[in-house]
Each structure stands twice: as structure tokens, then as C-alpha cells.
């Protein structure tokens, strides 16, 4: 079957064959990650988490209502919905985001990619990181910190090879960006080793200079270009023989073969870009 009819259940189900099959392999490959620790890690960070939510929950409470509002007329009610993320631990909790895709789905009865279904005012408010603002209730609740690796959906967990899950000893943050400005879509693989970096050297003057390389990546127009197309590359499938990180396009076509006297679902072809797991559930559980 070729990968773009494949359908979720399916890939979840290819994803569990490929950790069965080379996580273990992989995990030897693995070099060791020593999570910085000390007393900004233990108390200091979480004060000021504490600090810059309150500020930054009041100072943006209008743009809040401004964007409820443009929601409102653009989507409709309700304007809210949550999704389940992975925290510090491997704690599962919920993040609210306003809404920013129509429920459409096809003659089948499934919902169409993300793609077909974002808004134009809801490409405007993700490309320009204005849908992260809500995030600062997480942080105030202490489910996730202003800096650090952004939180992802539980169905990834069992899929982290233990370098990798490492990233999970810290909080999430609202952005851990890269420490040179990039314009091209990150893979799996670079985003994960540069939280893995962030892991290792997390401390007061990083911090400070992560909080400056994400305004220069939020206000910098390629990067944010960047950042808005983020799911075209597809959902984190699990390893390469050679330990690298991996979407479905990366994934050997005999996987996919297993399937071909099975009816997809899928009643139109979509790429894989088009099918990240953190972007297709149904917006409706709101708050």
C-alpha cells in the first residue's frame, strides 16, 4: 500500500513494529545524556516561571480577547479546545489553544489534513506564535517553563529511543529555539539533539539567551515561516538502523506492503506531511 493511504491506526500500529524491532538495537547507539542539575534547575527556574506567567498573563489578556474574538467570527463557538501533551516525567496534561481549523472531513466520514482545514486567520495566529500565549497558564500551573523542549503527543512516548527521552527530565517550555537561526523545517532528528543540548546545559545565562534567539525567531520572517509549516514533516515514526530519527516518508516501503489487501479509510491521498499526529485530532474538547 503506498504510505499516503495509510491510515492513523495504521501508522500507530507500523510505529510499534519499528520499536519492537530496533529500539533495543538503537538504544546501544545511544550516547549518554547528563541532565544539568543544580540549584536555578531545582528552584530558581520554577520562581520565575511563576513571575513572568503572572506579568505575561496580564499584559496579554487583551490580545487574548482580540484573538477570542476574530476565532469567534472565524470559526465559531466554541473558540477553545485542549489537546494532551507529555511533561516533565512523562506527566501527561492538557494545553488550551484557541481554535484555528474547521472540522471538515471527507466522504468517508474522517477529518480532512490539517492543511485543508486551517483557517487563513488561524495560519495568521500560528505562524505568528500568537497561539503559545494561552501556554503562559501552563507554565503558571507549572505543567511546562518559558524556555525549554517543546511538549509533544503521548503517542510518542513509547517511541524515544533513552537519549531522546531524556528531553522529558526537564519541563516543556513554550520554544527551546535552535542556537543559530535556521529557515528550513527542522527534522525530528535535529529538534530532538538540540533539546537534548538544552537538557544538558540549562542554567540562568542560557536561559537568557534562549529568550532572545526565540524573539529573534518569532520576529524573524523566514523563521516563522518556517515555524508555521512545521507539520510537513510528518509525524515521528520512531529510528533508522543507524539511530537517526525518523517520519513515515523515512520508513521502509515493506512496512507499508503489510497493508496492501486492507481498505484504507482514507478515501482521498495525502502525503505524509499532511498527517502529523499533533495536528489531526478533532477540535472539539473545550474548555
Given at each position: 500500500m503506498e504510505k499516503s493511504k495509510l491510515t492513523k491506526q495504521m501508522r500507530w500500529e507500523i510505529a510499534e513494529r519499528l520499536a519492537e524491532e530496533r529500539l533495543n538495537q538503537v538504544n546501544m547507539l545511544c550516547k549518554k545524556v547528563v541532565p544539568r542539575?543544580?540549584?536555578?534547575?531545582?528552584?530558581?527556574?520554577?520562581?520565575l516561571d511563576i513571575v513572568i506567567s503572572i506579568i505575561a498573563l496580564v499584559i496579554t489578556l487583551p490580545i487574548n480577547l482580540l484573538i477570542g474574538i476574530g476565532t469567534y467570527f472565524d470559526v465559531g463557538s466554541p473558540i477553545f479546545f485542549k489537546q494532551e501533551r507529555v511533561g516533565k516525567n512523562g506527566k501527561i496534561f492538557s494545553i488550551i489553544k484557541f481554535r484555528n481549523m474547521r472540522n471538515t472531513v471527507d466522504e468517508q466520514g474522517e477529518l480532512l489534513p490539517p492543511m485543508y482545514r486551517v483557517?487563513?486567520?488561524g495560519h495568521f495566529v500560528r505562524k505568528t506564535s500568537l497561539d503559545e500565549l494561552m501556554n503562559f497558564w501552563n507554565i503558571l500551573k507549572g505543567d511546562m517553563s518559558f524556555i525549554g523542549p517543546r511538549p509533544l503527543v503521548p503517542e510518542y512516548l513509547e517511541r524515544y529511543n533513552i537519549r531522546h527521552k531524556?528531553?522529558?527530565?526537564?519541563r516543556p517550555g513554550l520554544e527551546c529555539?535552535?542556537?543559530e537561526l535556521t529557515d528550513h523545517v527542522w527534522t525530528w532528528q535535529?529538534?530532538?539533539e538540540n533539546d537534548i543540548w538544552y537538557v544538558e546545559h540549562v542554567s540562568f545565562l542560557t536561559d537568557c539567551r534562549q529568550v532572545i534567539r526565540l524573539f529573534q525567531f518569532a520576529f524573524n520572517k523566514k523563521c516563522a515561516d518556517a515555524r508555521a509549516s512545521v507539520s510537513i514533516r510528518g509525524t515521528f515514526m520512531g529510528y533508522s538502523m543507524d539511530g537517526r530519527a525518523i517520519n513515515m516518508e523515512d520508513v521502509p516501503q515493506e512496512y507499508a506492503d503489510v497493508y496492501d489487501n486492507v481498505n484504507s479509510k482514507e478515501s482521498l491521498v495525502y502525503p505524509d506531511w499532511c498527517l502529523d499526529e499533533e495536528n489531526t485530532e478533532l477540535q472539539r474538547v473545550i474548555i
Open positions: 542539575d543544580g540549584i536555578y534547575t531545582r528552584y530558581v527556574k520554577r520562581l483557517t487563513k486567520f531524556q528531553r522529558l527530565s526537564v529555539p535552535p542556537r535535529e529538534q530532538f
